[in-house]
């Protein structure tokens, strides 16, 4: 099957790549042009034009991986002066559910396709698959089916509802990630405070034998201790995509407590504080009521 791919990043690359591998037919476009070279040397045919996706057979797939936001609807609007009836828009960003809506009914207009694809499978998917959460009507989704199947592992993509669909599971999904990584978080911190000289990576290999905590989040953070027993390489930075915090404020407009994904937005919040203004307020608030001792700023912790 032919498609073309906008947007060559770690994602889109490697998703190129494994299409190439299952034998379909791949056109690719960047911005800049080192990634396309890449591309046509795994064997994709390489655009210098956005425009030069008239190129490619009718009806037409175009699957966008640039990120998400602006640089998104910019792409979508020239795909959409760009592309002919019955040609296809497939945006695999983490876009937000309401845009992709939008996006949907803009190209509904012209008798363009659309499909939202939450993407799931980081740096490993070329060799693992990626797991494919689909947004947007049947028979468009039937058609670049192929494509799927060639992208995900076994199971590893569906159908999951009508336009927007698609991105709103990718939003439950990465908000239960950041609640999960949060836990774990907790955990070997608790464990590495224990007094008992204990081997973090020992215990996460343990862990995913058998227990009812184990996961591929487990084997990673196997795979992180491995290299860095205590991550003293690592700054303790956390940034967030904003899924989380759309995960965040549905729960709050649909009346669903979500305690565990917001208290776990709010600590990758409070990782990009080198001090926390909050915490002086609390030591103040505690010498002004009770006399307690405070530590001056001129003090060691």
Known sequence: ????????GRMGLNMARRLLRNGHTVYGWNRSPEP???????????????????????????????PAGKPTEEIITQLSDLLEPGDMVVDGANSFY????????????????????????????LEMGYCLM?????????RAEPLFRSLAPAAGYAH?????????????????????????????????ASGYN??????????????VIRSWLLELAELAFRNDPDLD??????EDSGMGRWTVAEAIARGVPVPAITLALQMRLRSRQPESFQAKVLAALRHQFGGHAVKTATEES
């Not at 992709?100 to 998917?125: C, M, P, Q, T």
């Not at 927007?164 to 609640?179: S, T």
């Not at 390489?233 to 956390?238: A, S």
């Open 1 to 8: 099957m032919e498609v073309g791919i906008i947007g060559l």
């Open 36 to 66: 396309i070279q890449e591309a046509v040397s795994a064997g994709a045919i390489g655009l210098n034009a956005l425009e030069q996706m008239r190129r490619m057979t009718k009806p037409r797939v175009v699957w966008s991986m640039v």
């Open 98 to 125: 309401q845009d992709s809506i939008a996006r949907y009914e803009k190209l509904k207009k012209k008798n363009i396709h659309f499909l939202d694809v939450g993407v799931s499978g980081g740096i490993w998917g």
């Open 134 to 142: 689909i947004g947007g009507e049947r028979a468009p989704y039937e």
């Open 160 to 192: 999951v509802g009508g336009p927007g669909a698609g991105h709103f599971v990718k939003m439950v999904h990465n908000g239960i990630e950041y609640g999960l990584m949060q836990a774990y978080a907790e955990g070997f911190e608790l464990l590495r």
């Open 198 to 211: 204990l081997q973090l990576q020992q215990i996460a290999h343990l862990w995913n034998h058998g227990s």
């Open 233 to 238: 390489t690592i700054q303790g930075y956390v």
